[in-house]
T-cell receptor, first 114, second 111 residues
């Protein structure tokens, strides 16, 4: 079974630029999560989708971050414009059904904002 | 709000040594508790979990017991290997089934 795919694996941009991350969840998984993991900290949930609807985006900085899940499969997370403090690893996870112990994580995208 | 505190790393041990990584939590109600592991270059993986007091989770030689009296979920392994080198995260699920994470503990095992 293929795992959660993410791209790119690494991205370096300058502040005020835009960036987008892509995630392809495990086939058949209805729930998709985006996390932000700052160096030295645990992951922080940004947004949770159930199929193509948003379940929770309470910690998503909506003035600069946006996310969508087209047709309830792939998802993209965008930052526009980026700030220095956005430097982090962005993790995507998926699960067959909602619940913390059923989440499968991708390898993450490491973003550096200069 | 709910929170998880785990010991700072890095923790450096020799192969075959005994491992303990401390984890304590603050939560309302009775959360489920988890240990996740992140090997170099890989995604987070669930290592073990416990869903109620006195439960013991175990996997790959690792164990952790849900202690409600001390609000702890310490990770232990009797004899570590070089391949256990990774970052270990303690986490709990809140009332919305969302994960609250500790900061992670980097484990380095020397041959």
């Amino acid at each position: 079974e293929a795992g959660v795919a993410q791209s790119p694996r690494y991205k370096i941009i300058e502040k005020r630029q835009s960036v987008a991350f892509w995630c392809n969840p495990i086939s058949g998984h209805a729930t998709l999560y985006w996390y932000q993991q700052i160096l030295g900290q645990g992951p922080k949930l940004l947004i949770q989708f159930q199929n193509n609807g948003v379940v929770d985006d309470s910690q998503l900085p909506k003035d600069r971050f946006s996310a969508e899940r087209l047709k309830g499969v792939d998802s993209t997370l965008k930052i526009q414009p980026a700030k220095l403090e956005d430097s982090a690893v962005y993790l995507c996870a998926s699960s067959l059904e909602p619940g913390p112990d059923t989440q499968y994580f991708g390898p993450g995208t490491r973003l550096t904002v200069l | 709000g709910d929170s998880v505190t785990q010991m700072e790393g890095p923790v450096t041990l020799s192969e075959e040594a005994f491992l303990t990584i401390n984890c304590t939590y603050t939560a309302t109600g009775y959360p489920s508790l988890f240990w996740y592991v992140q090997y170099p270059g890989e995604g987070l993986q669930l290592l073990l979990k416990a869903t109620k007091a006195d439960d013991k989770g175990s996997n790959k030689g690792f164990e952790a017991t849900y202690r409600k009296e001390t609000t702890s979920f310490h990770l232990e392994k009797g004899s570590v290997q070089v391949s256990d080198s990774a970052v270990y995260f303690c986490a709990l699920s809140d009332s919305n089934y969302q994960l609250i994470w500790g900061a992670g503990t980097k484990l380095i095992i020397k041959p």
